[in-house]
């Protein structure tokens, strides 16, 4: 079934085949109705529906209502997020904020970008200077701080995972970052672009395109599809993917909870 839609299925694609279906590996739970090839939906970080009718999607909704919610979004496409979510939101509701509308790009073949030679894996020396860059970015992006809660300790092992497997890449210049993004999720089919970010001093100058096109021949380069989703209101990055060759495949929905 993953492989049926192994872009949509990207991010638990790669933790299934990262670490099983088995739930001691407290990397989350699969969800079925009748079996995966009529109904799937992983419940972890994020609770993910990926495949299912109208009563498969209520049933669902059932599952993640009897105990205390521990997912921080519901994340997945559009036409199964959204009716998960509208069942979900008396119980858990208001959302902290709704991205109903989130084109899913991909890109298959080389970049028709010209990429950014400058923008390479991150080293692990450079963990503090990167990390800074990525919490500006996520604070952007997400409108909260990971370093709430437990002072950053945990957002910083996730970045830390991302460098020492040699999935965040940066472009910096006097020790600053003015590029940043990561492989978020990498399956056998798919590797999932996120993170993107440009320093506020130098967007508009072409950067978040080269960057971008230098992460998706890398990982074309592996034999898979780079894909990644955006906010269909940022208009300056979706004209920056569609520059590096992305095309739309999906529309993803993300509902982000407090």
Not at 48 to 54: A, E, F, Q, S, T
Not at 69 to 94: F, H
Not at 130 to 135: H, P, R
Request: proline share 5%; charged share 25%.
């Amino acid at each position: 079934m993953l492989d049926a839609d192994p872009i949509a299925c990207c991010m638990v694609a790669a933790r299934i085949q990262e670490f099983g279906i088995s739930t001691r590996a407290g990397m989350g739970e699969l969800w079925s109705r009748g079996g995966p090839d009529d109904s799937l939906c992983f419940s972890g970080a994020n609770l993910v529906p990926l495949r299912g009718d109208v009563a498969a999607i209520r049933a669902f909704a059932e599952r993640a209502g009897r105990w205390p919610r521990l997912c921080s979004s519901v994340v997945g496409r559009q036409e199964l997020a959204l009716p998960l979510w509208e069942l979900l939101r008396p119980e858990w509701g208001p959302a902290r904020e709704l991205r109903a509308e989130q084109p899913l790009l991909a890109l298959a073949d080389v970049a028709r970008a010209r990429p950014d030679i400058r923008v390479r894996r991150v080293r692990p020396d450079e963990l503090d200077r990167y990390l800074s860059a990525a919490i500006a970015m996520f604070i952007e992006e997400v409108g909260v701080d990971p370093r709430a809660g437990d002072g950053g300790r945990a957002y910083r092992r996730r970045i830390k995972s991302l460098i020492d497997s040699g999935r965040a890449w940066a472009r910096f210049e006097d020790g600053e970052v003015l590029f940043k993004a990561e492989i978020g999720s990498l399956s056998r089919r798919t590797g999932q672009i996120q993170g993107v970010w440009v320093h506020p001093d130098r967007r508009g100058s072409g950067l978040g395109t080269a960057g971008t096109a230098t992460i998706a021949n890398a990982v074309v380069a592996t034999g898979r599809t780079a894909s990644l989703y955006v906010n269909d209101y940022n208009q300056p990055a979706r004209r920056a993917y569609s520059r590096v060759g992305f095309r739309q495949v999906a529309t993803f929905c993300t509902v982000l909870l407090d």
